[in-house]
C-alpha cells in the first residue's frame, strides 16, 4: 500500500502534464515561434524592468515567511543572508520539481539543521511557511471573488457551470475571508491550539499573524506582477483581472502536482485571457517562467552544490583532526602486558585497590 502511494501522486502529476500540454497544443494551434518571437521584441524595455523588479519583490517575501516562522519558534542568531539564501532555494527548486511541501522540507532540514534546528522545528517552520502561502491565497483570492465575482467566467469551458456562476464565487470569496477572519481572530483571542491526532497546531501570537498578512500577499502579487507587466498595454484587462487569473492559474498547476505547472498553468492563464492575442499571452507565461521559474532554478543548483560541497569539506576536515587511535593505559614495569579484561573491566577497581594498599 506504501509503494502504491509513494507512485500516485508523480502518476497523477504526470497525467496531468500529458492532459494539459495536449489541449494547450490545440488551443495554440497555428501560431508560430516567429509570432511569439515578435510578441517578447514588442515588450518595452522598461517593463521588462518592472518584470524583473517584481521577481525580487516575490523572492524577498518568500525569504520573509521563513523569518516569520524562525520567530514564531523563538529561533535568533541566524542571518538574513543565510534565511535568504536558504528560502531562495527552496522555492525554486520546489517550484520546478514540484510536490513543493516534500522538496521544501528536505532542502530546509539540510540548511536549518546546520544551524542547530531539531527536526521537530524545521518540521514547524516548514508547515508555517506552507500555511503562510495558503493564508496569502485565500485572502487575496477572497476578496478577488467578492469584488469581481464574474472573472470566473473567463475559465467557464474549464469548470462546472455550477461553480463558475457568479453567486458561487461570491460565495465561496466569502468563505476564504471568513477563514480569514478566523484565523485572525484565533490569533488576537489566543484560541486553543487545535488538535488532530498527534498533530497539535497553535495560533500564533498577533505579531506573527499580522506579518504572516502582509508577507503572503506581497508575494502573491510580486508574482502576478511579472505577468502583468510582460502583457502589452494595449488592451490589458488590469492588474485585478490578471491577479485573480494568476491565482487560479497557480492553484490549479499546484493541485494538478505537475512538475512546475508545465502545461497547466499555461492552459488555464491563457484559456482566460481571450480578449488579448494568445502570442502575447503566450510571451508573457513564457517572461513569467524565465524569470520567476527558470533562472532561480538554475542558480539555486549552483547554491545546492556549494552548500553541500562546503558540507563535505567541513566533514572530512572534523575527521582529519580526530585523534586515529586512544593511547594505551600505562603498565608497571617492563615487560609487563596487562590482561585487556582487567583493563576494560575491573581498571577502576585494580586502581583502587593500588591507592588503597599505598595508603
Same mark, same amino acid.
Request: proline share 7%; charged share 15%; hydrophobic share 55%.
Given at each position: ?107 530546509? *532540514?539540510? $540548511?536549518?539543521?546546520?544551524? @542547530?534546528?531539531?527536526?521537530?522545528? &524545521?518540521?514547524?517552520? %516548514?508547515? /508555517?511557511? #506552507? =500555511? ?95 505577468? *502583468?507587466? $510582460?502583457?502589452?498595454?494595449? @488592451?490589458?484587462?488590469?492588474?485585478? &483581472?490578471?491577479?485573480? %487569473?494568476? /491565482?487560479? #492559474? =497557480? ?109
Amino acid at each position: 500500500m506504501k509503494k502504491i502511494k509513494d507512485f500516485i501522486w508523480p502518476v497523477i502529476g504526470l497525467g496531468a502534464v500529458v492532459v494539459s500540454v495536449y489541449l494547450l497544443w490545440h488551443l495554440l494551434k497555428g501560431l508560430s515561434f516567429a509570432d511569439v518571437k515578435a510578441s517578447l521584441a514588442a515588450i518595452p524595455p522598461h517593463r521588462y524592468a518592472l518584470a524583473v523588479l517584481s521577481t525580487l519583490v516575490a523572492y524577498g517575501a518568500l525569504a520573509w515567511y521563513d523569518r516569520i516562522a524562525l520567530l514564531h519558534l523563538g529561533v535568533k542568531g541566524i542571518s538574513w543572508l543565510f534565511v535568504s539564501v536558504c528560502s531562495f532555494t527552496t522555492y525554486a527548486l520546489s517550484h520546478n520539481i514540484g510536490a513543493s511541501v516534500f522538496s521544501g522540507a528536505v532542502v530546509r *532540514y539540510r $540548511a536549518y539543521t546546520s544551524k @542547530g534546528l531539531t527536526t521537530a522545528q &524545521v518540521a514547524v517552520l %516548514v508547515a /508555517l511557511c #506552507s =500555511f503562510t502561502f495558503g493564508l496569502g491565497t485565500a485572502f487575496l483570492g477572497g476578496l478577488v471573488l467578492v469584488l469581481e465575482p464574474e472573472l470566473l467566467q473567463r475559465v467557464a469551458s474549464l469548470l462546472p457551470p455550477v461553480l463558475a456562476s457568479p453567486t458561487t464565487a461570491r460565495l465561496v470569496g466569502f468563505g476564504l475571508l471568513g477563514f480569514v477572519a478566523l484565523y485572525v481572530i484565533g490569533s488576537i483571542l489566543h484560541f486553543r491550539p487545535l488538535h488532530i491526532r498527534s498533530f497539535k497546531i497553535e495560533y500564533p501570537r498577533p505579531n506573527i499573524m499580522g506579518r504572516q498578512l502582509i508577507a503572503a500577499p506581497l508575494e502573491l502579487l510580486g508574482a502576478a506582477g511579472i505577468i *502583468y507587466f $510582460a502583457l502589452p498595454e494595449a @488592451g490589458n484587462p488590469g492588474f485585478l &483581472v490578471v491577479l485573480a %487569473v494568476f /491565482l487560479a #492559474s =497557480f492553484s490549479v498547476a499546484l493541485v494538478s502536482n505537475a512538475p512546475g505547472g508545465i502545461g497547466v498553468f499555461e492552459l488555464v492563464f491563457i484559456t482566460a485571457m481571450p480578449d488579448l492575442p494568445k502570442t502575447d499571452v503566450l510571451a508573457a507565461v513564457l517572461i513569467f517562467r524565465l524569470f520567476y521559474l527558470l533562472v532561480p532554478f538554475a542558480l539555486a543548483i549552483g547554491v545546492v552544490l556549494l552548500f553541500e560541497r562546503g558540507r563535505l569539506a567541513d566533514a572530512l576536515r572534523s575527521k582529519a583532526k580526530s585523534p586515529a587511535s586512544v593511547p594505551p593505559p600505562p603498565v608497571d614495569g617492563p615487560g609487563i602486558t596487562p590482561d585487556l579484561r582487567d583493563v576494560r573491566g575491573h581498571g577502576t577497581q585494580v586502581h583502587d585497590t593500588k591507592v588503597r594498599k599505598a595508603v
